[in-house]
């Protein structure tokens, strides 16, 4: 399938207008900073490595600026390597930001999402453009594209590069960037993953030359041996199933982790886990913080863990998947969630 085809079979997110819009600030900026969320993710990182990618193809150079550490596995992206990490260099990230004549903002919907970095894109002049995929998109930017019905960023983001008709310059190497974020969002398209477009645009990835099996391997199937124990000592002792209420959690202090010798990571893919388990529709995973405890979570059919986590925890995300940060003690943040089960079987829907 060529250029003048996918479009037809693609079916298209933005209107005309806005993609001459956004063409013309591409064509416009010199100075392009990337930025993305805390804690970036793979669709975080696939999608701002894609769009550094797709700008140097236009001539282009762009600077990545990521909140804090990125996953280890993610830094095989091309371009990982080299984002700023503005917990390490923040002073640069700063000046990266106001020296921009535009600014790209990749998987966020609010400037709280980057964290230290919100203060210094308030303050920059430079136009804004937001790709994402999450609700309730706050009004900051000079464009938005977003659609929180679309499973990925990077699904959003292959829609925009045809949208501009740069599809014949997606090489190898985006191709990647693209399906790592795809992938990774919808846990290998096991959820989210509905959407007959998702697997043109896959086929289309493929056919630019996109190794999918060494994607899954370095994203899903490469652990330490720390790894490992922790997520089998998790699963062992740590695991509540709530059988009346189709619900699990897993908690995890921070003496445990470090009894494992956590790194950032470790844990990823962990909260899904008990939903392999017949009447367990969704789970919770909680791990003990500096100050607050992470909150993530997954459900099956149409379980909104996004109410869920909005409603009590701090935070959102998609129906199946979401997260958030609970301020108080990781004994609270469990007993919070146990105090809702009873509550969760009428208020929501089941499987």
Same mark, same amino acid.
């Given at each position: 399938?060529?250029?003048?085809?996918?479009?037809?079979?693609?079916?298209?997110?933005?209107?005309?207008?806005?993609?001459?819009?956004?063409?013309?600030?591409?064509?416009?900026?010199?100075?392009?900073?990337?930025?993305?969320?805390?804690?970036?993710?793979?669709?975080?990182?696939?999608?701002?490595?894609?769009?550094?990618r797709?700008?140097a193809?236009?001539?282009?150079?762009?600077?990545i600026?990521?909140?804090?550490?990125?996953?280890?596995?993610?830094?095989?992206?091309?371009?990982?390597?080299?984002?700023?990490?503005?917990?390490?260099y923040?002073?640069?990230?700063?000046?990266?930001?106001?020296?921009a004549?535009?600014?790209?903002?990749?998987?966020?919907?609010?400037?709280? !999402? #980057?964290g +230290?970095?919100?203060?210094?894109?308030?303050? %920059?002049?430079?136009?804004?453009?937001?790709?994402?995929?999450? @609700? $309730?998109?706050?009004d900051?930017?000079?464009?938005?594209?977003?659609?929180?019905?679309?499973?990925?960023?990077?699904?959003v983001?292959?829609?925009?590069?045809?949208?501009?008709?740069?599809?014949?310059?997606?090489?190898?190497?985006?191709?990647?960037?693209?399906?790592?974020?795809?992938?990774?969002?919808?846990?290998?398209?096991?959820y989210?993953?509905?959407?007959?477009?998702?697997?043109?645009?896959?086929?289309?990835l493929?056919?630019?030359?996109?190794?999918?099996? !060494? #994607?899954? +391997?370095?994203?899903?199937?490469?652990?330490? %041996?720390?790894?490992?124990?922790?997520?089998?000592?998790?699963? @062992? $002792?740590?695991?509540?199933?709530?059988?009346?209420?189709?619900?699990?959690?897993?908690?995890?202090?921070?003496?445990?982790?470090?009894?494992?010798?956590?790194?950032?990571?470790?844990?990823?893919?962990?909260?899904?886990?008990?939903?392999?388990?017949?009447?367990?529709?969704?789970?919770?995973?909680?791990?003990?913080?500096?100050?607050?405890?992470?909150?993530?979570?997954?459900?099956?059919?149409?379980?909104?863990?996004?109410?869920?986590?909005?409603?009590?925890?701090?935070?959102?995300?998609?129906?199946?998947?979401?997260?958030?940060?609970?301020?108080?003690?990781?004994?609270?943040?469990?007993?919070?969630?146990?105090?809702?089960?009873?509550?969760?079987?009428?208020?929501?829907?089941?499987?």
């Amino acid at each position: 399938m060529r250029h003048n085809e996918e479009t037809s079979v693609i079916s298209q997110l933005i209107d005309d207008k806005t993609a001459r819009t956004l063409r013309s600030l591409l064509d416009e900026s010199d100075r392009i900073v990337i930025l993305t969320h805390m804690s970036p993710d793979g669709d975080a990182i696939g999608s701002s490595t894609a769009m550094q990618r797709m700008l140097a193809a236009m001539g282009k150079e762009a600077r990545i600026i990521i909140p804090d550490m990125m996953l280890a596995s993610l830094r095989r992206l091309p371009g990982a390597k080299e984002a700023t990490d503005a917990t390490r260099y923040p002073d640069f990230a700063a000046q990266l930001i106001a020296d921009a004549d535009l600014i790209i903002c990749l998987d966020f919907n609010e400037l709280n !999402r #980057i964290g +230290r970095l919100a203060p210094h894109v308030e303050k %920059a002049t430079a136009p804004k453009v937001l790709i994402d995929h999450h @609700l $309730n998109p706050s009004d900051f930017a000079t464009v938005t594209i977003s659609h929180p019905e679309a499973s990925s960023t990077c699904y959003v983001l292959f829609k925009v590069f045809c949208a501009l008709e740069l599809f014949s310059d997606i090489d190898k190497k985006t191709a990647e960037c693209i399906l790592t974020g795809m992938m990774t969002d919808t846990g290998n398209f096991s959820y989210n993953a509905s959407d007959p477009d998702i697997y043109i645009i896959v086929a289309e990835l493929l056919r630019k030359g996109a190794d999918k099996e !060494r #994607i899954y +391997r370095e994203q899903f199937e490469t652990h330490s %041996a720390n790894s490992l124990r922790l997520n089998a000592y998790a699963l @062992l $002792n740590k695991m509540e199933v709530f059988e009346d209420a189709g619900a699990a959690l897993i908690i995890l202090t921070r003496a445990e982790l470090n009894r494992f010798h956590y790194t950032k990571g470790d844990t990823e893919g962990l909260v899904n886990r008990p939903l392999a388990i017949p009447g367990v529709y969704y789970s919770a995973f909680m791990r003990e913080e500096d100050g607050y405890v992470k909150v993530s979570m997954r459900s099956l059919g149409k379980f909104p863990v996004n109410e869920l986590c909005h409603d009590h925890f701090g935070g959102g995300g998609h129906l199946n998947a979401a997260g958030g940060e609970f301020e108080g003690t990781l004994d609270e943040a469990a007993d919070l969630f146990r105090s809702l089960l009873e509550t969760n079987k009428t208020k929501y829907p089941t499987a």
